[in-house]
């Protein structure tokens, strides 16, 4: 679907916008290093569109090298990216429009992150870097201004895979209304119905078989309906239903509750010819409390008329006949043995092999060289799920690149924060401060920052993540614990990280730093 495209099109220009802050962030932590040689350049008259001109230079430089290693990149995580979308991504590395969308990443990517540095770098004189090692200082509160964009764009990325997992996480254990757990799935038709009959008495009498039915569409996915009218319903009183035909026992295979009335059986001649059963919210549909015994009639261009006419023999309770990312709706079972596509076998054993061991051989032996195809109920509802899975798989990856490149920033700007207040660091052991109190200084400033994040991250984070649950008539509340534990984890590393540099820059022999200058 088009939203993925858009999403994780959207996520890749955020990525790389993180990248750019990171060269900007430790293009100006090294400034510190590089001050002499620039004061000594301008000492020698070089003019200052000269010092950006190198700047932006090297930022080219360094982007080009960088463009060609993720060309590289690219074709190395292919086949392993194609395996997780299953996809076949091919690239054309001749069409113009491709290698013109490489151009422009390239300049842009340059540009916006070697714009800045230079900028900084070239407008100091050489009076204020040679002999000095402090260096030339970027407008602290625009760097500052960065890394909380660094962490906003971490933060809402957490929090939305975060999310996204624990939607897939209910897609995955939640109740449908029938139990989709140990059944094998055949594809069921053609000569096979002639024989049904004796290969369902041939599987009951297995002692590791608890149950043999079949039907037309999977019970989680129906594809068929009709409209339905009932003696005593007005013409505006029909309404669409969707309509499976099922077996004998097809409820008590899936396990299905009945709500009142009785489920198709042997015993009862007519059920295979005008029986039917509804759902719940059909009967909600009808507004009526009870239905059992009712005549009801069909309609359909293509529905034969000795179809079309039935009494209601029971009610089952709801269960998702659709996606879940659909309401769940009117349904109608009946039995018609002509259109059955798929046979289900239903077992007691952890162990399905000897079960799957008998199946081929039965269908050897009745059909030499006909393909063993099977599959377990299970796995058809995962199936529908396939889009949902991997893009929470992709969204973690995301999220790892997007947090080590933020962490890289923070590494450039505590560095580069550090150096700009050694002195005062060293003032204060002076004055008997200890490593503790520093560092915990040194934190607060950045736990300001990541909190103003948090703040700007969570509109953003609960607005894309909304706009994604939206896609599902059933899912998952939006929890506050999930910003909470975002937040925590972001904290954790950065503090981890920040807590680090902080102590070996405080732990440094005062006399030393002091007399430097």
Same mark, same amino acid.
């Given at each position: 679907r088009i939203i993925y495209v858009y999403l994780f099109s959207g996520i890749a220009i955020l990525i790389l916008l993180l990248a750019c802050i990171n060269y900007m962030n430790l293009s100006t932590a090294r400034s510190i290093q590089r001050s002499k040689e620039i004061g000594l350049r301008k000492a020698n008259g070089a003019r200052r569109d000269q010092i950006v001109a190198q700047f932006?230079?090297?930022?080219?430089?360094? *982007?080009?090298?960088?463009?060609?290693?993720?060309?590289? !990149?690219?074709? !190395?995580?292919?086949?392993?990216?194609n395996s997780l979308t299953l996809k076949q991504?091919?690239?054309?590395?001749?069409?113009?429009?491709?290698?013109?969308? !490489?151009?422009?990443?390239?300049?842009?990517? *340059?540009?916006?992150?070697?714009?800045?540095?230079?900028?900084?770098?070239?407008?100091?004189?050489?009076?204020?870097?040679?002999?000095?090692?402090?260096?030339?200082?970027?407008?602290?509160?625009?760097?500052?201004?960065?890394?909380? !964009?660094?962490?906003?764009?971490?933060?809402?990325?957490?929090?939305?895979?975060?999310?996204?997992?624990?939607?897939?996480?209910?897609?995955? *254990?939640?109740?449908?209304?029938?139990?989709?757990?140990?059944?094998?799935?055949?594809?069921?038709?053609?000569?096979?119905?002639?024989?049904?009959?004796?290969?369902?008495?041939?599987?009951?009498?297995?002692?590791?078989?608890?149950?043999?039915?079949?039907?037309?569409?999977?019970?989680?996915?129906?594809?068929?309906?009709?409209?339905? *009218?009932?003696?005593?319903?007005?013409?505006?009183?029909?309404?669409?239903?969707s309509y499976n035909m099922v077996d004998y026992d097809f409820i008590e295979c899936m396990e299905i509750e009945m709500l009142e009335g009785r489920t198709f059986s042997r015993e009862f001649a007519s059920d295979d010819s005008i029986a039917y059963v509804i759902n719940e919210t059909a009967l909600k549909r009808m507004g009526m409390d009870h239905a059992t015994g009712l005549n009801v009639h069909f309609t359909h261009p293509h529905l034969p008329s000795h179809l079309r006419k039935g009494t209601i023999i029971g009610v089952v309770k709801d269960f998702n006949i659709r996606p879940l990312r659909e309401e769940i709706r009117p349904l109608v079972l009946r039995i018609y043995r002509p259109f059955y596509r798929q046979m289900y076998i239903r077992y007691n054993s952890e162990n399905p092999e000897v079960l799957l061991n008998y199946l081929q051989e039965m269908q050897s032996s009745l059909y030499p060289g006909l393909p063993f195809y099977y599959s377990f109920l299970n796995q058809e509802f995962d199936q529908l799920y396939e889009v949902e899975y991997r893009t929470s798989r992709i969204i973690k990856y995301f999220t790892v690149i997007s947090i080590l490149i933020s962490l890289l920033g923070l590494f450039g700007m505590t560095l580069y924060d550090l150096e700009l207040r050694k002195k005062e660091i060293a003032i204060r052991k002076v004055l008997a401060s200890s490593v503790s109190q520093i560092v915990e200084m040194i934190l607060k400033n950045y736990f300001k920052w990541i909190l103003i994040s948090f703040v700007i991250a969570c509109p953003l984070a609960f607005y894309i993540t909304r706009q994604w649950l939206q896609e599902f008539a059933f899912g998952i509340k939006i929890s506050p614990w999930t910003y909470l534990i975002s937040l925590i984890i972001v904290l954790v590393i950065a503090f981890l990280t920040i807590g680090f540099l902080s102590r070996k820059s405080a732990k440094a022999n005062p006399a030393l730093v002091l007399k430097q200058d």
């Open positions: 932006l230079g090297e930022s080219m430089f360094y *982007s080009l090298i960088s463009l060609f290693l993720a060309l590289i !990149l690219v074709e !190395l995580v292919r086949p392993l990216f991504l091919e690239i054309h590395y001749d069409d113009p429009l491709f290698l013109g969308g !490489l151009v422009f990443i390239y300049l842009f990517t *340059s540009l916006i992150s070697g714009a800045y540095p230079a900028l900084v770098l070239s407008r100091y004189k050489p009076i204020q870097t040679v002999g000095s090692t402090a260096g030339p200082r970027g407008n602290k509160s625009f760097l500052n201004a960065l890394i909380i !964009l660094q962490f906003s764009i971490s933060l809402a990325l957490i929090i939305s895979a975060v999310t996204i997992n624990r939607q897939v996480n209910y897609i995955h *254990s939640k109740d449908i209304g029938m139990n989709r757990d140990h059944v094998v799935v055949l594809p069921f038709g053609g000569d096979l119905i002639k024989v049904y009959d004796v290969l369902r008495e041939e599987l009951m009498s297995l002692p590791y078989v608890v149950n043999v039915s079949a039907s037309y569409d999977l019970p989680f996915f129906l594809t068929s309906g009709v409209g339905l *009218s009932w003696e005593g319903a007005g013409e505006d009183e029909t309404f669409g239903v």
